[in-house]
């Protein structure tokens, strides 16, 4: 919170909702993500509980809280998440709560989930044994987990991370050496699964393909890839210097 006023991102809403008194209504499943592509996995995540549910005639998922840190986030998740999920799932996107027992207690006591997804996250403490004493079921989502965050759990707080990961249903790695390291830290249900991300893309029509790698098959190309508003600029002067380094610009 301290770091959002910091930096001139506050508002009434958003400190709301980093205190957890934002107004939510109930939610089946509470989706924790970091920002937009971690919403984006959120949703493909819900997406596919909503082909079940369909396939199934059973009511798996009927509403879910999306919760971002960050601005561009959440707005992604307002604008894209409820369009991609009817019918079936009624979406609430919000700023995520802050990281501490009170606010993530005043949050789940508004929304009332059955379970929580934590998307590529880190391990944020509260969040997780707040919800377990809830009485959700604990999942994570496409985890990653870098060498760095492994070892600094192992090192200074390895009973923590025990007991974190204990408090989950099932850890799904997007790969062998994530889901090992989650292994390492004591989670015992961990399975190693594609990564959702590849469900999010776009898929391009036979005739676009074949028109960019023509366009593109004797040209050098570079690409920007997961930009933010403002960076524009930036782009095309990298691009303009990057080109001068060639005889034949790209």
Not at 78 to 102: E, F
Request: glycine share 4%; charged share 20%.
């Amino acid at each position: 919170l301290v770091y959002d006023i910091y930096n001139g991102h506050s508002s009434a809403e958003l400190i709301r909702s980093r205190l957890g008194l934002v107004n939510v209504p109930k939610s089946t499943a509470w989706f924790h993500a970091s920002s937009v592509g971690e919403c984006a996995l959120a949703v493909a995540a819900a997406s596919a509980i909503n082909e079940v549910q369909i396939a199934s005639d059973e009511e798996i998922l009927s509403s879910a809280l999306l919760t971002s840190w960050t601005k561009h986030g959440t707005m992604w998740a307002r604008r894209r998440a409820a369009p991609q999920l009817k019918p079936g799932i009624t979406v609430t996107a919000v700023d995520a709560v802050w990281n501490s027992p009170r606010a993530v207690r005043r949050l789940l006591q508004r929304a009332q989930p059955k379970a929580a997804f934590f998307v590529q996250s880190e391990l944020w403490p509260s969040m997780i044994s707040e919800a377990s004493s809830f009485g959700c079921q604990l999942a994570v989502i496409d985890g990653r987990l870098s060498k760095t965050s492994q070892r600094r759990w192992k090192d200074y707080a390895s009973n923590a991370a025990l007991d974190m990961l204990a408090s989950f249903s099932v850890v799904i790695a997007s790969s062998e050496s994530h889901a090992a390291r989650f292994r390492s830290l004591g989670a015992t249900n961990v399975v190693v699964a594609p990564s959702l991300k590849f469900a999010t893309a776009e898929e391009m029509t036979p005739q676009v393909d074949e028109e960019l790698s023509a366009a593109l098959e004797s040209r050098k190309a570079w690409m920007a890839v997961s930009t933010h508003p403002g960076e524009a600029q930036v782009i095309i002067e990298a691009h303009r210097r990057v080109s001068k380094l060639f005889d034949k610009p790209p």
